[in-house]
């Protein structure tokens, strides 16, 4: 590996999914999680859910259901326990240890991966390393028209750079 591009991503999946969340909540929410993975542990078994089901924002449900029937995929159903994975899973633990170049690029309108959890990871980087912030851009604009050339342009450009 000789350099790294980090896009929409976050820094500490807890905070981004528990944010809004109580302490009383957050305590009874992670408890929940904790029984099922305990279960899976002892029986193999796992609860599976549409993935409409786990959908929490705005922007992803909207996604969804434009998308959904033209992508039969999109209508799987996935381990709840993905959402522990997601919990557990802290990007930002492992950048002390990352030696490459990285590219970090966030969307400016993201209210999926918050544009702060990119300028964690920036921040706490080592060098050399870039931020770059799609101004304008949801977290699925990312993917479509100017947005997505733009972003292609930036990622290609490091990587020309890097490799």
Same mark, same amino acid.
């Given at each position: 590996?000789?350099?790294?591009?980090?896009?929409?991503?976050?820094?500490?999946?807890?905070?981004?999914?528990?944010?809004?969340?109580?302490?009383?909540?957050?305590?009874?929410?992670?408890?929940?999680?904790?029984?099922?993975?305990?279960?899976?542990?002892?029986?193999?078994?796992?609860?599976?859910?549409?993935?409409?089901?786990?959908?929490?924002?705005?922007?992803?449900?909207?996604?969804?259901?434009?998308?959904?029937?033209?992508?039969?995929?999109?209508?799987?159903?996935?381990?709840?326990?993905?959402?522990?994975?997601?919990?557990?899973?802290?990007?930002?633990?492992?950048?002390?240890?990352?030696?490459?170049?990285?590219?970090?690029?966030?969307?400016?309108?993201?209210?999926?991966?918050?544009?702060? +959890? &990119?300028?964690?990871?920036? =921040? *706490? !980087?080592?060098?050399? /390393?870039? $931020?770059?912030?799609?101004?304008?851009?949801?977290?699925?604009?990312?993917?479509?028209?100017?947005?997505? +050339? &733009?972003?292609?342009?930036? =990622? *290609? !450009?490091?990587?020309? /750079?890097? $490799?």
């Amino acid at each position: 590996m000789q350099c790294v591009v980090a896009q929409l991503t976050f820094a500490d999946g807890e905070s981004v999914i528990t944010a809004e969340m109580t302490a009383e909540d957050k305590a009874k929410f992670v408890a929940t999680l904790e029984r099922m993975r305990d279960k899976k542990a002892k029986t193999g078994k796992e609860m599976m859910v549409p993935i409409a089901k786990v959908l929490s924002d705005p922007l992803s449900v909207e996604f969804f259901n434009q998308f959904k029937d033209d992508l039969p995929a999109l209508t799987i159903k996935i381990p709840f326990l993905t959402i522990w994975e997601t919990i557990n899973h802290k990007p930002v633990n492992a950048l002390a240890d990352l030696n490459k170049p990285l590219l970090i690029v966030a969307a400016g309108e993201d209210g999926i991966n918050p544009e702060s +959890e &990119s300028q964690k990871l920036f =921040e *706490l !980087s080592n060098e050399p /390393k870039q $931020l770059h912030l799609e101004q304008g851009a949801t977290h699925y604009q990312v993917y479509s028209d100017e947005h997505f +050339e &733009s972003v292609v342009k930036q =990622e *290609l !450009s490091w990587f020309d /750079k890097y $490799l």
